[in-house]
């Protein structure tokens, strides 16, 4: 009787064998699991690749060609290289004369001018200075043939560590040919921009409007209309 009981038991305990239904059912549920997870492991595979290749084409190099002070230059940089990086790492030669002081476009050392106009070449990417008309301190004057500002910043002494001056000079080069009968205001005024850690601010000053009288003494007419006002 034990024995029987015991039989008895152990059938009821027993699961009972999957139906063929069921087993369909089940295999039917993870291979949709299964599908689901190739799709979302797809996706986020397609993902990681684009992302990837974003990362290289930014990161890549980049053909340019920059026209510095009447010349092309070509120069293999990277899409996020600045123009003041381009022109003092890259150029061959190397143009040395715009300054990497701040590199926030605060300081005004790194000045140059696009188009005649005075920007901060760290704030400059490289490739939005193609097809530009770029002038540096350099293209300004030279040691045997400085430009009227180049002159009076040395007459005047209007320089100490140097490296703020080719800033300035670039600066007011540009402005004096916009306004060349400035007053001491409207000099300090254009300078704003550019910052002098030495303090020598009023050499600039004075520098800036005896350039602009010699400037003016070498304008045809300028002597000729002077001497009638005299």
């Not at 009076?152 to 040919?177: H, N, Q, R, W």
């Amino acid at each position: 009787m034990a024995d029987e009981q015991d039989d008895k038991s152990t059938k009821t305990e027993a699961p009972p064998d999957p139906s063929r239904r069921q087993f369909l059912k089940g295999v039917g549920v993870v291979g949709a699991g299964a599908a689901v997870a190739d799709q979302f492991l797809l996706h986020a595979s397609e993902q990681a690749k684009t992302a990837e290749t974003g990362a290289a084409a930014a990161n890549g190099l980049t053909n340019v060609v920059l026209r510095v002070n009447g010349q092309n230059r070509n120069v293999r940089v990277e899409p996020r290289t600045t123009l003041l990086n381009a022109l003092r790492n890259h150029v061959e030669p190397q143009v040395t004369g715009p300054k990497l002081v701040c590199d926030q476009g605060t300081c005004g050392a790194c000045t140059v001018l696009l188009d005649d106009k005075p920007v901060y070449s760290c704030l400059v990417l490289a490739v939005d200075a193609m097809n530009r008309k770029i002038t540096t301190v350099e293209g300004l004057g030279t040691p045997d043939k400085m430009n009227a500002v180049q002159t009076a910043f040395v007459e005047k002494d209007g320089l100490m560590c140097g490296f703020c001056t080719p800033g300035f000079v670039t600066t007011i080069s540009a402005y004096l040919k916009k306004n060349p009968n400035p007053t001491l205001t409207q000099v300090k005024e254009a300078c704003k921009g550019n910052f002098c850690r030495c303090g020598t601010y009023p050499h600039v000053f004075e520098a800036a409007l005896a350039a602009a009288k010699t400037m003016a003494m070498n304008t045809p007419g300028a002597a000729s209309s002077a001497s009638e006002e005299a």
